[in-house]
């Protein structure tokens, strides 16, 4: 039982490429998040999925965009990288009750 | 809407002192509420949860009381120890959405 993993764990990006963060969890869960987390201002929901089949935006939505594949895997797309989305990324699910499960996050920096 | 604000930090104790960690929240509804910690390098893990007012969530020493007429859901440990350094984050939840405070670092010295 893996719970939740992200890939990749760190990477590097210049302004304008464009990256997937990949995101599955083996624990059943319908709901599944990605948050940011930048100092001094917690964690921030960019988009959220609460079943298959369905996405809804969350505090900071642009320039990001999701796919739920299926409902293991939740995946998060920079269509442009800018240097304001250096972040660190944390991919969760969530239980019924309203526990959620991380992964280990992913560090981007964008130059 | 809902929020939740936490004790700024950074917080230093020495080994086997007091902890207590504020946090307050606004919410509609009927919010659970959560205590989660962060270890360097690391995602956040659930520490204790409380789902209705008047319950007390405890794990590893640590508890949190739901207050509902005071908002609060303060975050207290009798006796830390060096392993408890880390940065611990107060969270609401509600509905489909999951609001989190700032965090606050504690640092337990020997």
Same mark, same amino acid.
């Given at each position: 039982n893996a719970g939740v993993t992200q890939t990749p764990k760190f990477q590097v990006l210049k302004t304008g490429q464009s990256m997937t963060l990949q995101c599955a969890q083996d624990m059943n869960h319908n709901s599944m998040y990605w948050y940011r987390q930048d100092p001094g201002m917690g964690l921030r929901l960019i988009y959220y999925s609460a079943s298959e089949g369905t996405t809804d935006k969350g505090e900071v939505p642009n320039g990001y965009n999701v796919s739920r594949l299926n409902k293991r895997e939740f995946s998060l797309r920079l269509e442009s990288a800018a240097p304001s989305q250096t972040s660190v990324y944390f991919c969760a699910s969530t239980t019924e009750g309203g526990t959620q499960y991380f992964g280990p996050g992913t560090r981007l920096l964008v130059l | 809407g809902n929020s939740v604000t936490q004790m700024e930090g950074p917080v230093t104790l020495s080994e086997e002192a007091f902890l207590t960690i504020n946090c307050t929240y606004t919410a509609t509804g009927y919010p659970s509420l959560f205590w989660y910690v962060q270890y360097p390098g690391e995602g956040l893990q659930l520490l204790l949860k409380a789902t209705k007012a008047d319950d007390k969530g405890?794990? +590893? %020493?640590? /508890?949190a009381t739901y207050r509902k007429e #005071? #908002? &609060?859901?303060?975050? /207290? +440990? %009798? &006796?830390?120890?060096? &392993?408890d350094s880390a940065v611990y984050f107060c969270a609401l939840g509600g509905g489909n959405q999951f609001y989190f405070g700032t965090g606050t670092s504690l640092t337990v010295i020997p």
């Open positions: - | 405890s794990n +590893k %020493g640590f /508890e #005071t #908002t &609060s859901f303060h975050l /207290e +440990k %009798g &006796s830390v120890q060096v &392993s």
